[in-house]
Structures are given as structure tokens and as C-alpha cells.
């Protein structure tokens, strides 16, 4: 009788021992994540700044000569929208209800 009172006691110990080992396993598991969210979010921000720096240290070494061709192909957008051909298009079925909804939205 002692004998499997020993055994039923080694196994209680031993799924309890495997428990701890898989409790510890999951929570080393969440804090890598959490630090792998941290890593991730600390690169993300420094490449965004780094994109941010750059872009602000090529129109100060430029001093605004790049920004000519930029207003020229605006320009030529806005020509486009003014077209007969665009208002024609954009004036379709899709937006002809546009001034109705507009109207009463300020009444």
C-alpha cells in the first residue's frame, strides 16, 4: 500500500512541477512579446524621424529651389480639374445630389 501512496505522490508532484514549468514558460513567452512590441515601436519611431530629419534637412539645403517643379505639376492639376472635360465627369450621377445634401445640412 505505501508503495503506490509513494507513487500517486510522484505523480501529483510531477504534474505539478510540469505545471510551474509551463506557467513559467507562458509568462516568459508574454514578457518577450511585450518586449518584441517595444523594440518594434522604438524602431518604427526612430525610422519615422530619421525620414522626418532628412526631409527637413533636404529642403534646407535646397532652400526651396525643389519646390518649383512641385507648384509646376500642381498647376497643371489644377488646369486639369478646371477642364470642361473633368467638371463633366465630376458633375455624373455619383455627385448630383451633392448641393441637396449640402442644403440640408445648413438649413
Do not use: W
Not at 510540469?18 to 512590441?37: G, V
Not at 527637413?56 to 488646369?79: L, P
Amino acid at each position: 500500500m505505501s508503495q503506490r501512496s509513494d507513487l500517486m505522490k510522484r505523480r501529483r508532484n510531477r504534474a505539478a512541477a510540469q505545471r510551474q514549468i509551463s506557467e513559467e514558460e507562458k509568462n516568459e513567452k508574454k514578457e518577450r512579446a511585450k518586449q518584441l512590441r517595444k523594440e518594434r515601436a522604438k524602431r518604427y519611431y526612430e525610422k519615422n524621424k530619421q525620414k522626418k530629419n532628412l526631409i527637413t534637412n533636404y529642403f534646407q539645403i535646397n532652400e526651396g529651389a525643389s519646390t518649383s517643379g512641385v507648384n509646376q505639376r500642381a498647376s497643371a492639376s489644377i488646369a486639369f480639374s478646371t477642364s470642361p472635360a473633368f467638371a463633366t465627369s465630376a458633375t455624373s450621377t455619383a455627385f448630383s445630389d451633392i448641393p441637396q445634401r449640402f442644403e440640408e445640412h445648413v438649413t
